[in-house]
């Protein structure tokens, strides 16, 4: 069965600083994607970027950018330049078109430090 | 569109209570899906869907129901409660896999069985 590992319960960096929340994952597929969720104060889950396993480059999406190492099965998350709203809990998550359901990670909480 | 929607956003039961957690999409997705949040833990699947009229378990069913019997509701009935089901739960919902992996969520119930 797909696992994920969140390894960083809780993680903190100061507003405007860089910090990178790491993520591994175990499969035996070829296919999936991977994801980073936000949950901030308000519960809501909010999709924060994806990659496709297939795709060598790895996604960015405006401060977020990740660290995909397929064969290492690690997928980390970097947030640049950190703002207050950027404090929240954050999941890895991983699926696989083979997969009807989505596997989490067990979250890392992220604090901004103004 | 509302997305996905859940009622209600809070609820106290007491033990040996029943209640019903309401999911509704307008999306027209496929897939939808129950989550329950413990802290610590990540999001674990109870029961998902793939169409009106077919569910099935995922990791975590015990003391759980589900019925699909339109695309758009897909309900939790919580029989005999117990404290062991205080938890935060999500509704999602998705297109099948390989037409679109994200999942949709909705704002959460925070459900306390005292």
């Known amino acids: 069965a797909q696992t994920v590992t969140q390894s960083q319960p809780e993680m903190s960096v100061q507003e405007a600083e860089t910090v990178t929340l790491s993520c591994t994952y175990d499969t035996s597929e070829s296919d999936y994607y991977l994801f980073w969720y936000k949950q901030p104060p308000s519960r809501q889950m909010i999709l924060v970027i994806r990659q496709e396993a297939y795709k060598q480059q790895n996604a960015t999406e405006n401060r977020f950018s990740v660290n995909f190492q397929k064969a290492a099965k690690s997928f980390s998350l970097k947030i640049s330049d950190s703002q207050l709203g950027d404090a929240a809990m954050y999941f890895c998550a991983y699926r696989s078109p083979n997969n009807n359901d989505m596997r989490f990670g067990a979250g890392t909480r992220l604090t901004v430090k103004p | 569109n509302a997305g996905v929607t859940q009622t209600p956003k809070f609820r106290i039961l007491k033990i040996g209570q029943s209640m019903t957690l309401q999911c509704a999409q307008d999306?027209?997705?496929?897939?939808m899906y129950w989550y329950r949040q413990d802290p610590g833990m990540g999001l674990k699947l109870i029961y998902y869907s793939v169409g009106a009229g077919i569910t099935d378990k995922g990791e975590v069913p015990n003391g759980y129901n589900v019925s699909r019997s339109t695309t758009e509701d897909f309900p939790l009935r919580l029989e005999l409660a117990a404290p062991s089901q205080t938890s935060v739960y999500f509704c999602a919902s998705s297109y099948p896999p390989g037409q679109g992996m994200e999942l949709f969520f909705g704002s959460g119930t925070q459900l306390s069985v005292l």
């Open positions: 999306m027209n997705h496929n897939y």
